[in-house]
């Protein structure tokens, strides 16, 4: 039986370092799991797979190097690699005279790098497929070291499957969002007390963020030279330089003009769903009418995966077209923990900022129930209460929606009557029907352009039919997460054959999946009951 392993402090001070950086903290629990395999290769528990990383660098702005030396620092802390240095292939060697130039792959690496990157931008075009043999013979020769996999601008899976050999773990660099940069402006303008008026702000942080980082600072100076402390509209537009016309916020293109009621309609199955929510709707609008706005607040009840999400998220859509709501569509999406600080006096302000951050829009809280505590008192006790104030001072400028297993929640609102006063909405969301979880797969498959072959609707039809007796069954993200690897299984077949045929998933794809996923799960020790 394996021991118990997990990271201690100084790995989760670590971490923690990507929250200063944009873009890179849903990497932490991929950080966290190449740590826990480190530890399991280093007790011979794990004989497998490799330490190598294919990272999609969706930013614009030049992030990689700042957090690879974030990884680095784990990495060297935990002996996966000797030394922090890191090499990009492309980069320029001393030639000896009548030397041939070699390849960008045909380097002699020095000793002390321990992570080579292999990047696109840096090497100029590169047929990863024409090149894999010199790939393969590069890793093969430097097995101590880490190889880093730069994915800028190839079709999603492409890159997955040309390096899925040689490759265990897969990262992200997310663009610097609009609702990131003005998060940026907040806290810069916060430290350094100075005013603003919230939609100003987001207006002002519309620009290019190398652009934003020197405009902010810039401002920030003239305001303490000037004794100011509070900025105005004119003056973000001024320091944004564009002085003449206010900025237009850039929107969620919409596909022909899809409204949100169309995006409901459009949510497979959840038809008792929709028909609450409409009706929800029209009596928000009426009330409206009346000039009796009613709270907003509601309470979502059910299994992980049934689309509570989703449903949240065409709610605040629908708010905002009918001008229910004064936001931009804002949609925030937390944890319950995550309102719960680390330090005491911290709680109560961590609950205002998250609010703040959603103001406008919709606050959806998943799995709610985690503030529940047995000890009076408790952070989750202070999270709760400043919630349900906040609740109620901003009743008319936020839907808050709570989250979670149907009689956990139940608990959290019986044990909060405060909750119950304000929560003007409950909807109870049913689990899918193996009908309906085969519609969400053919979604995803004509989404991402698969084609299926003749007789996989049967197979995956009788395997969402037998999973969906299990207790812990995920519905919807149980579908995706098979979806996920049955594409993983055919890219494999796709290069171990050299298929033409890539977009087709075959019944074999399906049903290796399945029966690699019935090995994986672990086997019920029968209980031995000593005596008679």
């Given at each position: 039986m394996l021991k118990e392993y997990v990271l201690d402090a100084e790995d989760e001070k670590i971490i923690d370092e990507l929250d200063n950086l944009f873009g890179v903290i849903q990497n932490k629990d991929?950080?966290?799991?190449?740590?826990?395999?480190?530890?399991?290769?280093?007790?011979?528990?794990?004989?497998f797979?490799?330490?190598?990383?294919?990272?999609?660098?969706?930013?614009?702005?030049?992030?990689?190097?700042?957090?690879?030396?974030?990884?680095?620092?784990?990495?060297?802390?935990?002996?996966?690699?000797p030394n922090d240095k890191i090499y990009y292939i492309g980069e320029q060697k001393s030639q000896k005279k009548n030397q041939r130039v070699k390849g960008p792959f045909e380097?002699?690496?020095?000793?002390?790098?321990?992570?080579?990157?292999?990047?696109k931008n840096r090497i100029g075009y590169v047929d990863f497929e024409r090149q894999m043999p010199n790939i393969e013979k590069l890793i093969q020769k430097y097995k101590n070291k880490m190889f880093v996999f730069e994915d800028t601008d190839f079709r999603e899976g492409q890159m997955d499957a040309e390096l899925g050999?040689?490759?265990?773990?897969?990262?992200?660099?997310?663009?610097?969002?609009?609702?990131?940069?003005?998060?940026?402006?907040?806290?810069?303008?916060?430290k350094n007390k100075i005013k603003y008026k919230r939609q100003d702000l987001q207006d002002f942080?519309?620009?290019?963020?190398?652009?934003?980082?020197?405009?902010?600072?810039?401002?920030?100076?003239?305001?303490?030279?000037n004794e100011i402390d509070r900025v105005n509209c004119e003056m973000l537009r001024k320091k944004s330089g564009n002085s003449k016309t206010k900025p237009v916020r850039r929107r969620t293109k919409k596909i022909k003009n899809q409204t949100a009621k169309d995006d409901l309609e459009e949510l497979i199955g959840l038809d008792g769903i929709k028909s609450e929510v409409n009706k929800i709707l029209n009596?928000?609008?009426?009330?409206?009418?009346?000039?009796?706005?009613?709270?907003?607040?509601?309470?979502?009840?059910?299994?992980?995966?049934?689309?509570?999400?989703?449903?949240?998220?065409?709610?605040?859509?629908?708010?905002?077209?009918?001008?229910?709501?004064?936001g931009n569509g804002e949609f925030v999406e937390i944890h319950g923990r995550d309102l719960v600080a680390k330090y005491v006096g911290w709680t109560a302000s961590q609950v205002h900022d998250i609010v703040e951050k959603a103001m406008g829009g919709v606050l959806f809280i998943d799995e709610a129930y985690s503030l529940v505590s047995d000890r009076a008192g408790s952070f989750e006790d202070e999270a709760i209460a400043t919630l349900i104030k906040e609740m109620e001072d901003h009743r008319d400028e936020i839907c808050i929606i709570l989250a979670g297993y149907t009689d956990e929640m139940k608990e959290l609102i019986k044990r909060n009557p405060g909750f119950e006063s304000r929560i003007q909405f409950t909807i109870n969301f049913p689990d899918y029907s193996s009908e309906e979880l085969l519609e969400i797969f053919n979604g995803l498959c004509k989404k991402e352009k698969y084609r299926l072959s003749k007789g996989t609707s049967e197979i995956l039809l009788q395997h969402f039919e037998e999973a969906r007796r299990e207790k812990s069954f995920g519905n919807g993200r149980y579908v995706r997460n098979i979806f996920e690897k049955i594409k993983f299984e055919q890219a494999d077949r796709v290069v171990r054959t050299d298929s033409k045929n890539i977009?087709?998933?075959?019944?074999?794809?399906?049903?290796?999946?399945?029966?690699?996923?019935?090995?994986?799960?672990?086997?019920?020790?029968?209980?031995?009951?000593?005596?008679?």
């Open positions: 991929v950080l966290k799991n190449m740590v826990m395999f480190a530890k399991l290769r280093q007790d011979n528990e794990m004989q797979g490799n330490y190598n990383i294919i990272i999609r660098n969706n930013s614009s702005y030049n992030l990689l190097t700042d957090y690879l030396k974030v990884c680095a620092k784990l990495f060297v802390k935990n002996n996966i690699i380097v002699e690496l020095n000793e002390q790098d321990s992570i080579i990157v292999i990047s050999n040689i490759v265990t773990w897969k990262m992200t660099i997310e663009k610097i969002s609009l609702e990131d940069k003005f998060m940026y402006c907040k806290d810069m303008l916060d942080a519309d620009q290019p963020f190398w652009q934003l980082k020197n405009n902010i600072l810039q401002l920030i100076v003239e305001c303490k030279a009596y928000v609008k009426l009330n409206k009418s009346r000039g009796k706005m009613p709270t907003l607040h509601m309470c979502f009840n059910g299994n992980p995966g049934t689309g509570k999400t989703s449903v949240a998220r065409v709610i605040g859509k629908l708010f905002e077209e009918e001008k229910i709501l004064p977009n087709m998933i075959t019944k074999q794809d399906i049903q290796n999946t399945l029966m690699e996923l019935q090995t994986s799960k672990p086997v019920k020790k029968e209980r031995r009951v000593i005596g008679f």
